[in-house]
């Protein structure tokens, strides 16, 4: 073998488990009472530390990440954020693009992160200079991590002539999803008819930004799940934010909730900005603003979890740690309990990789090494602690470690 993790805690395993890894690919999973001599190029002793498959950051923008600095103002709201980053945007070079972006995925390789799919935009503005680094960021990094490559017209396509042309040049460049955004454009329903008109031209899947406000009647996620049945593409659609939903009246948000489980949707919820830039025009009794999470899981949705922004006018705060994002997500969605932080994880991982389309994924016989070992008892305690990664592995070759040590002196006796 390879590689051997001993006397690991994995989810769903009562006992202490090995995994066996060769040529990149898990060749077994036991219980570490059942192996005397192990028999590997190295080894190395988990301590009973927990043992995750390679964390999954499924929605995010690197091309605006780290802006902060370039900001005249600050955003008071979802217009005012994008309004800055477009005027933003026309100073964008290639090379700037890079760098900010080089930066987050460092950041999200140390963070234990194998697979990232990234909305990158492409319209009038910013024509294809972003995806033309982002493809040559998805070569130069593939040892480290994966990228799933968004076409995203942040601006809108028929409110900006020229966008729908470059959105087809993109996916012939190599772009992997459609992205669509029906609140910025001029028609909602013409906007989602071309995304997924581009879909099954280009037989790729879709996600959405959607419904991203307080207003109860913003639910164009009806007319995405509606085209997703209509087209046969369950399974393959995601949308982020969908926070309007949290405004719905209980009653009619369970009718949605069904219609999105029965398009099979993943939705995808984005607390670090959704907190941030809903709920201010409420005086009292003032909203969340993020998706109702535990209404969607109840009617059988697969709901999970992204950064969306970092530091930037959408989202002045973040580092591009999952887990940081899983527990805001606890704390303001009421997921305190153990078998909560069990489902957080599982955003983070199986749920993630349903919703990526990710196969070979987990610590399962046949699965690809993605790994991530961190000093933690338990699920519950990765989540309350988010302790450093100790080690990270892309296909069963360790690509991150970190080693923090923290002393303290003067202690006074009582």
Known sequence: MDLVISNARIPNYDSLMNVAIDKGKIVSVMPACCIDNLAAKEIIDAKKSLLLPGLIEPHIHLEKAYMLSLMKE?????WDAIRITAELKSQFTKEDIKERSIKVLKNAVLNGVSHLR????????LQLKAMEVMLELKESFCHLIDLQIVVFPQEGIFTQPGT???MEEALRMGGDIVGGIPYNDRDMEEHI???????EKYRKPVD???DFSDNPQDLSILKIAEQTIRRGLQGQVAAGHVTSLGSVLYEHAVEVAKQIAKADLSIITLPA?????????????IRR????VQLLLEHGSNVIFGTNNIQNAFTPFGKGDPLDIAWLLAQTAYFGSKQDADMLVE???????????IQNYGIQEGAQADLVLMEAASVRDCLINRPERKYVWKRGVKVATTNMQQELFNMVKC
């Open 74 to 78: 600050d955003a008071c709201s979802l």
């Open 118 to 125: 990234c909305h990158v935009e492409v319209d009038p503005i």
């Open 208 to 210: 959405f930004h959607a």
């Open 193 to 199: 008819n071309y995304v997924f008109h581009l879909a």
């Open 164 to 166: 729908a042309e470059l």
């Open 289 to 292: 603003g993020i998706a109702p």
């Open 347 to 357: 955003m983070t991982t199986t749920r993630a990789a349903k919703a990526l389309n």
């Open 273 to 285: 900005t959704d907190l941030y830039l809903n709920g201010r025009g409420d005086q009292e009794k």
